[in-house]
């Protein structure tokens, strides 16, 4: 029939029919569970939750067209980590990630400049590792809240001449939250008056209890300062990945989240985007939220020029039509014509979901009526 209702939708999806119908609210459209979707507005939906999803028309049956996820388990392949820092500010967390990225240029790119996209890696035991270096907690909230989830390790850094902050607390919510193994990073432990171990007790009250009392949260004792157990806490990152086993295929049209983007005076719009699935190439046409656009020239963090990146690979891509934002969905697309019809229709769509959220003083509470 080429349709599907809200809650066909939501269940392809693993989503509650309750998060597809604020989702389409969001892009303009009252929907109830039993409306029927046409095949355009559910890859809309799905590409907003991150999903793809692929038509195939199944002509021998019925005619009926059917919807399936792509990707075949033996299509997955092993991908880098992608690690976010968190903490209470001043714990250290701009200091730890320059102490990484400093210590951990591999050979080869060695000497490269070090760009700021947003994101970079390093090569641990023939390892790559992704960090991503834009605010941990813009990164969660704004990402997050937009349903990108970009993260697949938190690392949360506690000074143990200070001890569990606020913010520390926020950045363990948002990790749980998001359903994110967890490094505590005790950091600091050059300090006099360091405790490390009043740092893991204050810790088990928000169930993290380290691995030697029983408990399974890896704790690091580290000084990013001093650059004292950055090589163990690396390998701490390995492990978590080895046992979670992050995977993606490489070998499709490429998906990502756009981390940062701005208007660059020389080059034009630039974002900087971190690939999740698939492969980007130069040339390749994309939707990046409601811009579209075409790959003109790709960087990677040591300013090399690529001209295809992987899963997990940051890169800084010029060929926008205009600048998006942080969190948007990023998309490949071989035909450019689609590419251009879809960023259109997202427009559309946004557009009519700031006219209701203008005229509709209460849309929040509608959301409470869902
Ligand atoms: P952020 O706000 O979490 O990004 O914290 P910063 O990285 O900016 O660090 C805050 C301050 O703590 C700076 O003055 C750092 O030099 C200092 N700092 C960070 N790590 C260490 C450490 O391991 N030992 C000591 N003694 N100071 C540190
Ligand atoms: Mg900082």
């Known amino acids: 029939r080429g349709t599907m209702t809200v809650g066909e939708t939501a269940k392809l999806l693993?989503?509650?029919a309750s998060e597809v119908i604020k989702k389409l609210l969001f892009l303009g459209t009252m929907a109830t569970i039993n409306q029927e979707l046409d095949l355009d507005a559910i890859q809309l939906i799905s590409s907003e939750f991150g999903v793809e999803v692929e038509v195939k028309i199944k002509v021998e049956e019925d005619n009926f067209e059917t919807i399936e996820e792509v990707d075949d388990e033996a299509d997955l392949l092993e991908r880098p980590p992608v690690v976010t820092i968190m903490g209470h500010v001043d714990?250290?967390?701009?200091?730890?990630?320059?102490a990484i990225r400093s210590t951990n240029v591999?050979?080869?790119e060695a000497g490269g400049i070090t760009q700021h996209i947003?994101?970079?890696q390093v090569e641990v035991n023939q390892k790559k590792i992704t960090f991503l270096d834009t605010p941990g907690h813009e990164a969660f909230t704004t990402m997050r809240a937009r349903g990108a989830q970009v993260t697949d390790i938190t690392i949360i850094v506690v000074a143990a001449d200070d001890g569990i902050m606020p913010q520390t607390v926020e950045a363990i919510n948002h990790a749980k939250a998001a359903n994110v193994p967890i490094i505590v990073a005790v950091n600091k432990i050059d300090k006099e008056g360091a405790n490390p171990d009043q740092i893991k007790q204050a810790m088990t009250a928000y169930e993290l209890v380290p691995e030697?009392?029983?408990?399974?949260t890896i704790f690091c004792e580290i000084s990013a300062k001093q650059?004292?157990?950055?090589?163990?806490l690396l390998e701490m990152i390995l492990l978590v990945a080895e046992v979670q086993e992050y995977k993606a295929n490489p070998n499709k049209r490429a998906r990502g989240t756009v981390i940062e983007a701005e208007l660059d005076k020389g080059r034009g719009p630039v974002a900087r985007i971190l690939i999740q699935h698939g492969t980007l190439k130069v040339g390749d046409s994309f939707v990046a939220g409601v811009n579209f656009g075409r790959v003109r020239a790709m960087v990677n963090d040591k300013g090399k020029?690529?001209?295809e990146a992987g899963p997990s690979t940051p890169v800084e891509i010029t060929g926008l039509t205009e600048v998006p934002q942080a969190g948007d969905p990023f998309l490949a697309y071989e035909d450019e014509r689609k590419a251009r019809d879809i960023a259109e229709r997202r427009a559309t769509a946004l557009r009519q979901s700031e006219m209701t959220a203008n005229s509709r003083v209460t849309l929040d509470d509608l959301f409470k009526h869902i």
């Open 14 to 16: 693993h989503k509650d």
């Open 91 to 98: 714990h250290g967390k701009t200091t730890l990630l320059d």
């Open 106 to 108: 591999t050979e080869g």
């Open 118 to 120: 947003g994101a970079y």
């Open 212 to 216: 030697e009392w029983g408990g399974d």
């Open 227 to 232: 650059r004292i157990g950055l090589e163990n």
């Open 305 to 307: 020029r690529l001209k």
